[in-house]
């Protein structure tokens, strides 16, 4: 058990539907970073907050948004699904500052649009 | 831009033999870590090591060891006398000291070991 939960474990849903997925860190991380693990595009990421702000962004569509609230947890939310935005989506913690520590990844949230 | 390649795609074994990853990145920096990760059956992701880029020392943990070559940037990874429960996928990792921890994984080797 790695310390960090992830919920729901799967999310069904349709195309044009908005989901949440929400993620609490280990504690004593202060930095989350989201994932996105598909079988086309292999792991790749999202975007990470650092104590409530925005850290880095990778290649984060921009129907997607996330934030880090004042108790450290974590949500993603995703928009507009569509057929291709299935795929097992990770949330990671990490103490933060600027060295890169090892990071300390959920269960994740399989979700699946039909 | 920062780059991982895991050429082996899948690799099988049997059981008791020794099996080695293969991972090369690729990166401007001077300094960046190098992590590796396994992915079992169930899905979750594990850390297994993190080495940074002034530690060209390699590392020995129980059946796993890591040879770090920074001349030939790559950061092999051996599992000896593999077991069953060594079946995963396995990723290898690069994070820059620019990018606040970000990870660009490779592709990952699906590791399967029969009985």
């Known amino acids: 058990d790695s310390g960090v939960t992830q919920t729901p474990k799967h999310l069904i849903t349709a195309t044009g539907q908005r989901v949440t997925l929400r993620c609490s860190p280990r504690s004593g991380d202060l930095s989350v970073y989201w994932y996105q693990q598909s079988l086309d595009q292999g792991l790749q990421f999202l975007i990470q907050?650092?104590?409530?702000?925005?850290?880095a962004k990778g290649n984060i569509l921009e129907r997607f948004s996330a934030q880090q609230f004042p108790d450290l947890h974590s949500e993603l939310n995703l928009s507009s699904l569509e057929l291709g935005d299935s795929a097992l989506y990770f949330c990671?913690?990490?103490?933060?500052?600027?060295?890169?520590?090892?990071?300390?990844f959920g269960p994740g949230t399989r979700l699946t649009v039909t | 831009a920062q780059k991982v390649t895991q050429a082996q795609t899948e690799i099988s074994v049997v059981e008791k033999e020794d099996v080695t990853l293969d991972c090369v990145y690729e990166t401007r920096d001077t300094t960046y870590y190098l992590f590796w990760y396994k992915q079992p059956p169930s899905g979750e992701l594990v850390f297994l090591i993190r080495?940074?880029?002034?530690?060209?020392q390699n590392e020995i943990s129980g059946r796993y060891s890591w040879n770090f070559q920074k001349s030939t940037s790559s950061f092999n990874f051996t599992i000896t006398a593999s077991q069953v429960v060594d079946s995963a996928v396995y990723f290898c990792a690069l994070s820059e000291i620019a990018s606040y921890g970000k990870l660009t994984f490779g592709q990952g080797t699906i590791l399967t070991v029969h009985p």
């Open positions: 990671a913690s990490s103490p933060g500052g600027r060295a890169p520590y090892e990071q300390y």
């Open positions: 907050y650092y104590n409530g702000e925005e850290r």
């Open positions: 080495r940074n880029s002034f530690d060209e």
